[in-house]
């Protein structure tokens, strides 16, 4: 991958996943929604004649709902929200198949929800669909279906659906498009002190700073937060994240050409695999198990499967093969991965040996998680 001082599109054929937010396609009247959906055609295009395959990640539909049914303010229950998405959602699309065939491109609606991208199936098939639609020149826009999914099956912000889209396209590139110009230690709206970040460096640095925003007051709670969270996602799969504003129509072409604008978070140097990443980030987790010191050290350490001998607590209710976080006796998080039992049997079994468990539930094999179906999100023993 290029550095972000060298052009980006230098060697050609790069991926790319551009995530635009309600707060840009809202418009004003200097700059209505139409205008904005044209300016990111004109950039698209130009980018697409150099050899980019790109897919776009957008907010809205609720929000041109609420403006087609007259709504002086959004809605709160749910299932308005869903009726409201359905109304905007055609008149989204509309936007951009507009805008995108005066540029001579094609563009298809994909609506996701969590489920789609939780269970392996069901994200290999989207994964085809999305490299099918890369390979015919189609551009990809996708959106959480918010006419169906329910709060349990919610990504609950396009950030993170953008980061899972990376991922799932094997993106070199993942730009997030905000109305901040960039990165700040803390909120540069509420807070004078505040000192912009042009570059993150690795996973460690982008900790730090998601903790800074998590308690942030209105810096995290205003949607930085989901985008370090989105951050996170891509360059531990070994995505390039850039964050810039999208309020300013020449920024995309900036950012394409490989300009300093906004913030760079620099993909990580091992990057999880396909599986891994799939594991970490896509899935459902229904319940956790805690573990001991001895079963800590041989999972981070030895690469080991975790067995029911080291397991000291089961927490929640999920099936065979659901995912679970594998946590330290102290709460950290170790890992996450499917169990081959159901949290009914792990309770039954926790701290035996493999001998005893086969003779409680006879051959059900040695791992709760096997070390091919463990991703680690911790690297560190406990000291």
Not at 95 to 108: N, P
Not at 296 to 303: C, D, I, K, P, S
Not at 368 to 380: A, E, F, I, K
Request: net charge neutral; charged share 25%; hydrophobic share 40%.
């Amino acid at each position: 991958m290029a550095s972000s001082s060298t052009p980006a599109s230098a060697g050609g054929g790069l991926r790319r996943v551009i995530k635009v937010g309600t707060s840009l396609l809202r418009g004003s009247p200097e700059r209505p929604t139409a205008a904005v959906i044209a300016d990111l055609a004109a950039s698209f295009s130009r980018q697409q004649r150099q050899g980019d395959r790109l897919a776009l990640v957008t907010s809205g539909a609720v929000g041109l709902g609420c403006e087609a049914l007259r709504f002086s303010k959004r809605p709160t229950e749910v299932v308005a929200l869903q009726a409201a998405a359905a109304v905007g959602q055609g008149r989204l699309m509309a936007l951009y198949e507009d805008a995108f065939a005066v540029r001579g491109l094609a563009v298809a609606q994909v609506l996701l929800t969590r489920s789609d991208l939780a269970s392996r199936r069901r994200y290999q098939n989207a994964c085809r669909t999305l490299e099918q639609l890369l390979e015919w020149g189609v551009l990809p826009v996708v959106n959480e279906n918010d006419t169906l999914a329910t709060d349990e099956l919610r990504f609950g912000d396009n950030d993170t659906l953008s980061a899972l889209v990376a991922v799932a396209i094997g993106a070199d590139e993942l730009v997030l498009l905000t109305d901040v110009d960039r990165l700040y230690s803390g909120n540069p709206r509420t807070d004078a002190d505040a000192s912009p970040i042009e570059e993150v460096r690795d996973l460690a640095e982008l900790e730090r700073l998601s903790h800074v925003a998590e308690g942030g007051g209105q810096w995290g709670t205003g949607g930085m937060t989901t985008k370090l969270a989105a951050a996170r996602i891509a360059t531990s799969s070994g995505i390039r994240v850039r964050l810039a504003d999208g309020r300013d129509p020449a920024v995309l072409d900036a950012l394409f050409a490989g300009e300093k604008v906004g913030t760079v978070f620099q993909p990580s140097t091992t990057p999880l695999a396909d599986r891994k990443s799939w594991l970490a980030h896509a899935l459902l987790v229904k319940g956790s198990v805690r573990v001991d010191a001895g079963a800590e050290r041989a999972l981070l350490q030895q690469g080991a499967s975790l067995l029911a001998v080291g397991i000291r607590a089961v927490e929640g209710h999920f099936s065979r093969r659901d995912a679970v976080r594998v946590l330290a006796s102290d709460g950290r998080e170790l890992g996450r991965g499917l169990s081959t039992l159901s949290s009914e049997e792990l309770r039954q079994i926790m701290g035996l040996s493999s001998e005893e468990v086969r003779r409680r539930l006879g051959p059900v094999g040695d791992a709760v998680v096997h070390r091919d179906q463990l991703v680690l999100t911790s690297r560190q023993p406990r000291d």
